[in-house]
């Protein structure tokens, strides 16, 4: 099986401190920007962003004066965590089917019709993009 490499639900929230302040942080720093938003333990805290370490989404340098303290910084954009995560959930709903994942989302999508305009546009995009590279 393929190792995870992509944020789980809980692992989102932490990453979300990172990706709005675009800087390292330490653990306790994020704790405080966590604990805004929700209950979640400094214990837990510390173990996502363990986990995160380990699957290569945050990097980590020791402080120079503290070796207890640990500045952690992202090393993947929100944008690419975003499309490992579309990938993994078409190949794992759709069986890699991307027409058929994008017809249910949009069939269960209520749009506006700026919004429609905007995925045409995206759409011809994707054609210019495909028809400039044969």
Same mark, same amino acid.
């Given at each position: 099986?393929e190792?995870?490499?992509?944020?789980? +639900?809980?692992? &989102?929230?932490?990453? #979300?401190?990172f990706?709005?302040?675009?800087?390292?942080?330490?653990?306790? !720093?994020?704790? /405080?920007k @966590?604990? !805004?938003?929700?209950?979640?333990?400094?214990r837990?805290?510390?173990?996502?962003?363990?986990?995160? &370490?380990?699957? /290569?989404?945050?990097?980590?340098?020791v402080?120079? $004066?503290?070796?207890? @303290?640990? $500045?952690?910084?992202?090393?993947?954009?929100?944008?690419?965590?975003?499309?490992?995560?579309?990938?993994?959930?078409?190949?794992s709903?759709?069986? /890699?089917n991307?027409?058929?994942?994008?017809?249910?989302?949009? +069939?269960?999508?209520?749009?506006?019709?700026? +919004?429609?305009? #905007?995925? #045409? !546009?995206?759409?011809?995009?994707c054609?210019?993009?495909?028809?400039?590279? /044969?």
């Amino acid at each position: 099986m393929e190792k995870e490499t992509t944020p789980s +639900q809980s692992e &989102w929230l932490i990453m #979300e401190v990172f990706w709005a302040g675009d800087t390292s942080l330490t653990a306790r !720093e994020v704790i /405080g920007k @966590v604990r !805004e938003k929700t209950d979640m333990s400094p214990r837990m805290v510390r173990v996502l962003l363990n986990r995160l &370490w380990q699957k /290569g989404v945050l990097n980590y340098v020791v402080d120079e $004066h503290d070796a207890r @303290v640990y $500045h952690y910084s992202a090393i993947k954009s929100k944008e690419e965590c975003q499309k490992e995560k579309s990938r993994k959930f078409v190949d794992s709903y759709f069986g /890699g089917n991307r027409k058929n994942a994008m017809a249910a989302l949009l +069939q269960s999508a209520k749009l506006t019709e700026e +919004q429609l305009r #905007e995925l #045409e !546009e995206m759409l011809d995009r994707c054609k210019e993009k495909d028809s400039g590279e /044969g």
